[in-house]
Protein backbone atom coordinates (compact mmCIF):
# COMPACT_ATOMS: atom_id res chain seq x y z
CA UNK A 1 0.00 0.00 0.00
CA UNK A 2 3.10 2.35 0.81
CA UNK A 3 5.01 1.24 -2.24
CA UNK A 4 1.56 2.51 -4.11
CA UNK A 5 1.21 5.54 -2.89
CA UNK A 6 5.42 6.85 -3.14
CA UNK A 7 4.76 5.39 -6.74
CA UNK A 8 1.64 7.49 -7.08
CA UNK A 9 3.25 10.62 -5.69
CA UNK A 10 6.59 9.78 -8.30
CA UNK A 11 4.33 9.78 -10.79
CA UNK A 12 2.46 12.84 -10.52
CA UNK A 13 6.28 14.66 -9.63
CA UNK A 14 7.25 13.15 -13.05
CA UNK A 15 4.23 14.81 -14.44
CA UNK A 16 4.16 17.67 -13.23
CA UNK A 17 8.35 17.98 -14.11
CA UNK A 18 8.00 16.70 -17.48
CA UNK A 19 6.11 19.68 -18.24
CA UNK A 20 8.71 21.96 -17.36
CA UNK A 21 11.40 22.54 -20.20
CA UNK A 22 14.58 21.46 -19.15
CA UNK A 23 15.81 24.27 -21.23
CA UNK A 24 15.19 28.06 -20.36
CA UNK A 25 13.51 28.73 -24.09
CA UNK A 26 15.70 30.23 -26.94
CA UNK A 27 15.22 33.28 -27.92
CA UNK A 28 14.36 33.17 -31.91
CA UNK A 29 14.73 36.47 -34.33
CA UNK A 30 13.38 36.15 -37.72
CA UNK A 31 15.17 37.97 -40.22
CA UNK A 32 12.62 38.77 -42.99
CA UNK A 33 11.90 40.68 -46.44
CA UNK A 34 9.35 39.46 -47.85
CA UNK A 35 5.81 37.39 -48.36
CA UNK A 36 7.11 35.55 -44.14
CA UNK A 37 5.64 32.32 -44.74
CA UNK A 38 8.60 30.50 -43.40
CA UNK A 39 8.54 33.00 -40.83
CA UNK A 40 4.88 31.81 -40.18
CA UNK A 41 5.61 28.34 -39.91
CA UNK A 42 7.82 28.65 -37.41
CA UNK A 43 5.71 30.35 -34.84
CA UNK A 44 3.25 28.35 -35.74
CA UNK A 45 4.37 25.12 -34.91
CA UNK A 46 6.07 26.85 -31.44
CA UNK A 47 2.32 27.95 -30.45
CA UNK A 48 1.43 24.00 -30.60
CA UNK A 49 1.00 22.75 -27.00
CA UNK A 50 3.70 20.03 -27.65
CA UNK A 51 6.32 22.84 -28.71
CA UNK A 52 5.16 25.45 -26.94
CA UNK A 53 7.41 26.97 -24.68
CA UNK A 54 10.63 25.57 -26.23
CA UNK A 55 11.46 28.65 -28.13
CA UNK A 56 10.33 32.72 -27.69
CA UNK A 57 9.59 34.15 -30.61
CA UNK A 58 11.14 37.12 -29.74
CA UNK A 59 11.21 39.62 -32.63
CA UNK A 60 11.11 40.18 -36.07
CA UNK A 61 13.68 42.35 -38.00
CA UNK A 62 12.57 43.27 -41.66
CA UNK A 63 13.75 45.67 -44.05
CA UNK A 64 11.45 46.26 -46.27
CA UNK A 65 8.26 48.48 -44.56
CA UNK A 66 5.57 47.15 -47.10
CA UNK A 67 6.54 43.47 -46.59
CA UNK A 68 3.68 40.93 -46.09
CA UNK A 69 5.75 39.43 -43.21
CA UNK A 70 4.60 42.51 -41.10
CA UNK A 71 1.28 41.20 -40.77
CA UNK A 72 1.87 37.88 -40.22
CA UNK A 73 3.71 38.90 -37.37
CA UNK A 74 1.23 40.93 -35.86
CA UNK A 75 -1.14 38.12 -36.69
CA UNK A 76 1.15 36.04 -34.39
CA UNK A 77 1.45 38.75 -31.46
CA UNK A 78 5.64 38.67 -32.42
CA UNK A 79 6.88 42.25 -32.05
CA UNK A 80 8.26 43.24 -35.43
CA UNK A 81 10.99 45.97 -36.07
CA UNK A 82 11.42 47.91 -39.57
CA UNK A 83 15.33 48.43 -40.01
CA UNK A 84 15.87 49.73 -43.42
CA UNK A 85 19.23 48.60 -44.69
CA UNK A 86 19.75 51.83 -46.95
CA UNK A 87 22.54 50.38 -48.81
CA UNK A 88 22.13 51.70 -52.03
CA UNK A 89 23.62 51.00 -55.79
CA UNK A 90 24.89 54.72 -56.53
CA UNK A 91 27.18 53.88 -53.17
CA UNK A 92 31.18 53.57 -53.43
CA UNK A 93 31.81 49.84 -52.26
CA UNK A 94 33.26 51.58 -49.38
CA UNK A 95 30.51 53.46 -48.85
CA UNK A 96 28.44 50.18 -48.86
CA UNK A 97 31.19 48.70 -46.33
CA UNK A 98 30.36 51.59 -44.12
CA UNK A 99 26.64 51.30 -44.23
CA UNK A 100 26.69 47.54 -43.82
CA UNK A 101 29.18 47.49 -40.81
CA UNK A 102 26.63 50.33 -39.13
CA UNK A 103 23.78 48.27 -39.91
CA UNK A 104 24.94 45.10 -38.22
CA UNK A 105 25.58 47.45 -35.03
CA UNK A 106 21.94 48.42 -35.25
CA UNK A 107 20.72 45.03 -36.11
CA UNK A 108 22.42 44.13 -32.55
CA UNK A 109 20.94 46.89 -30.38
CA UNK A 110 17.48 45.85 -31.92
CA UNK A 111 18.23 42.39 -31.00
CA UNK A 112 19.38 43.29 -27.29
CA UNK A 113 16.21 45.58 -26.71
CA UNK A 114 14.59 42.38 -27.81
CA UNK A 115 16.61 40.48 -25.43
CA UNK A 116 18.38 38.08 -27.74
CA UNK A 117 21.76 37.70 -27.37
CA UNK A 118 24.89 35.08 -28.53
CA UNK A 119 24.11 33.62 -25.04
CA UNK A 120 20.46 33.03 -25.21
CA UNK A 121 19.38 33.33 -29.10
CA UNK A 122 19.12 32.01 -32.41
CA UNK A 123 19.27 34.70 -35.55
CA UNK A 124 17.25 32.92 -37.88
CA UNK A 125 17.40 34.54 -41.68
CA UNK A 126 14.05 33.47 -43.50
CA UNK A 127 14.35 35.42 -47.11
CA UNK A 128 16.28 38.29 -45.78
CA UNK A 129 17.34 40.12 -49.14
CA UNK A 130 20.32 42.44 -47.32
CA UNK A 131 24.18 41.27 -47.31
CA UNK A 132 25.05 40.53 -43.59
CA UNK A 133 28.04 42.12 -42.14
CA UNK A 134 30.99 40.09 -40.66
CA UNK A 135 30.95 42.08 -37.59
CA UNK A 136 27.40 40.57 -36.78
CA UNK A 137 28.24 37.19 -37.98
CA UNK A 138 31.20 37.24 -35.24
CA UNK A 139 29.29 38.96 -32.96
CA UNK A 140 26.41 35.93 -32.90
CA UNK A 141 29.21 33.06 -33.96
CA UNK A 142 27.36 30.39 -35.08
CA UNK A 143 23.86 31.35 -34.20
CA UNK A 144 22.77 32.84 -37.38
CA UNK A 145 21.36 30.18 -39.70
CA UNK A 146 19.23 30.87 -42.83
CA UNK A 147 17.43 28.54 -45.02
CA UNK A 148 17.70 28.15 -49.09
CA UNK A 149 14.94 26.58 -50.98
CA UNK A 150 17.71 23.94 -53.12
CA UNK A 151 20.10 21.27 -51.57
CA UNK A 152 22.72 23.23 -51.60
CA UNK A 153 25.11 23.53 -53.14
CA UNK A 154 23.84 23.23 -55.90
CA UNK A 155 22.02 26.49 -57.21
CA UNK A 156 22.67 29.12 -54.50
CA UNK A 157 21.55 32.40 -55.59
CA UNK A 158 18.46 34.56 -55.75
CA UNK A 159 17.15 32.23 -57.98
CA UNK A 160 17.70 28.92 -56.65
CA UNK A 161 14.01 27.65 -56.85
CA UNK A 162 13.79 28.31 -60.64
CA UNK A 163 17.41 27.17 -61.48
CA UNK A 164 16.53 23.71 -60.12
CA UNK A 165 13.61 23.46 -62.45
CA UNK A 166 15.30 25.03 -65.50
CA UNK A 167 18.23 22.75 -64.50
CA UNK A 168 15.73 19.44 -64.60
CA UNK A 169 16.91 18.18 -61.38
CA UNK A 170 14.02 14.96 -59.70
CA UNK A 171 15.44 15.54 -56.53
CA UNK A 172 15.16 18.54 -54.64
CA UNK A 173 14.65 20.23 -51.51
CA UNK A 174 15.85 23.18 -48.91
CA UNK A 175 18.87 23.43 -46.81
CA UNK A 176 19.12 24.57 -43.66
CA UNK A 177 22.67 26.34 -42.93
CA UNK A 178 24.82 28.28 -40.69
CA UNK A 179 25.15 31.47 -42.65
CA UNK A 180 28.63 32.64 -43.46
CA UNK A 181 30.44 35.63 -45.59
CA UNK A 182 29.61 33.95 -48.66
CA UNK A 183 26.70 33.45 -50.32
CA UNK A 184 24.90 30.49 -49.45
CA UNK A 185 28.14 28.65 -48.70
CA UNK A 186 27.78 28.09 -44.56
CA UNK A 187 28.22 25.03 -42.89
CA UNK A 188 25.01 23.35 -43.59
CA UNK A 189 22.89 21.61 -41.05
CA UNK A 190 20.12 20.04 -42.14
CA UNK A 191 18.34 19.18 -45.57
CA UNK A 192 14.87 17.65 -46.79
CA UNK A 193 14.55 16.15 -50.34
CA UNK A 194 11.56 15.34 -52.40
CA UNK A 195 10.62 13.68 -55.37
CA UNK A 196 10.01 15.62 -58.32
CA UNK A 197 7.58 13.08 -59.72
CA UNK A 198 7.42 13.25 -63.66
CA UNK A 199 4.06 15.13 -64.13
CA UNK A 200 4.83 17.47 -61.68
CA UNK A 201 4.31 21.20 -63.33
CA UNK A 202 6.72 24.24 -61.88
CA UNK A 203 3.32 25.32 -59.76
CA UNK A 204 3.97 22.14 -57.81
CA UNK A 205 7.78 21.64 -58.04
CA UNK A 206 7.64 24.99 -56.07
CA UNK A 207 4.78 24.36 -53.86
CA UNK A 208 6.59 20.95 -52.93
CA UNK A 209 9.95 23.20 -52.07
CA UNK A 210 7.96 25.51 -49.94
CA UNK A 211 5.97 22.74 -48.12
CA UNK A 212 10.06 20.91 -47.41
CA UNK A 213 10.73 24.81 -46.17
CA UNK A 214 8.15 24.92 -43.62
CA UNK A 215 8.56 21.10 -42.19
CA UNK A 216 12.33 21.44 -41.95
CA UNK A 217 13.09 24.70 -40.45
CA UNK A 218 11.13 24.81 -36.95
CA UNK A 219 12.40 21.15 -37.07
CA UNK A 220 16.12 22.68 -36.80
CA UNK A 221 15.30 25.14 -34.72
CA UNK A 222 13.88 22.86 -31.97
CA UNK A 223 16.49 20.61 -32.32
CA UNK A 224 19.16 24.21 -31.58
CA UNK A 225 16.72 25.05 -28.83
CA UNK A 226 17.10 21.62 -27.26
CA UNK A 227 21.01 21.93 -27.60
CA UNK A 228 21.12 18.65 -30.27
CA UNK A 229 23.32 20.95 -32.34
CA UNK A 230 27.16 20.75 -32.23
CA UNK A 231 29.67 22.29 -34.63
CA UNK A 232 32.75 20.63 -34.85
CA UNK A 233 35.82 19.72 -36.99
CA UNK A 234 35.77 16.86 -38.93
CA UNK A 235 38.81 17.88 -41.48
CA UNK A 236 41.53 14.91 -39.78
CA UNK A 237 38.42 13.07 -41.30
CA UNK A 238 38.69 14.91 -44.95
CA UNK A 239 35.62 16.34 -43.93
CA UNK A 240 34.57 20.40 -43.28
CA UNK A 241 36.20 22.39 -40.56
CA UNK A 242 32.74 23.07 -39.40
CA UNK A 243 30.71 20.03 -39.92
CA UNK A 244 27.20 20.62 -37.96
CA UNK A 245 26.50 17.52 -36.45
CA UNK A 246 22.37 16.55 -35.52
CA UNK A 247 21.08 13.33 -34.11
CA UNK A 248 18.74 12.64 -36.58
CA UNK A 249 17.10 13.15 -39.78
CA UNK A 250 14.26 15.28 -40.63
CA UNK A 251 11.27 14.37 -40.52
CA UNK A 252 10.32 13.81 -44.27
CA UNK A 253 13.44 11.34 -44.69
CA UNK A 254 12.86 9.58 -41.33
CA UNK A 255 8.69 8.40 -43.11
C1 LIG B 1 12.23 30.92 -49.23
O1 LIG B 1 12.05 30.14 -50.37
C2 LIG B 1 13.61 30.77 -48.69
O2 LIG B 1 14.17 29.52 -48.93
C3 LIG B 1 14.37 31.83 -49.45
O3 LIG B 1 13.47 32.90 -49.56
C4 LIG B 1 12.15 32.41 -49.56
C5 LIG B 1 11.42 33.18 -48.50
O4 LIG B 1 10.04 32.90 -48.54
N1 LIG B 1 15.58 32.17 -48.76
P1 LIG B 1 9.09 33.41 -47.38
O5 LIG B 1 9.26 34.93 -47.30
O6 LIG B 1 9.49 32.72 -46.13
O7 LIG B 1 7.71 33.04 -47.84
Redesign the pocket.
Known amino acids: MQNLSIKAALLSLLAITSTLSPHAPLKVAIL??????????IWRYFEQPEHKGIIEPAVLICNRKSA??FERAQRHGVPAVWLPAKVFRSMTSEQKEARRKEYAQEMIATLKEHGVTPDNGLVC????MVIIHADFLDHFHNRVI????TLLPSFAGDT??DDAWKYGVTVSG?TVHIVDEGMDTGPIIAQNPFIKQPNDTREIFEQK??QA?WQLYPWVIEHIALGHMHVVDKSDEGGPARCVVMPEMPPAIQA
Open positions: ASGSGSNAEAKVGAGFSIHPGIPTHE
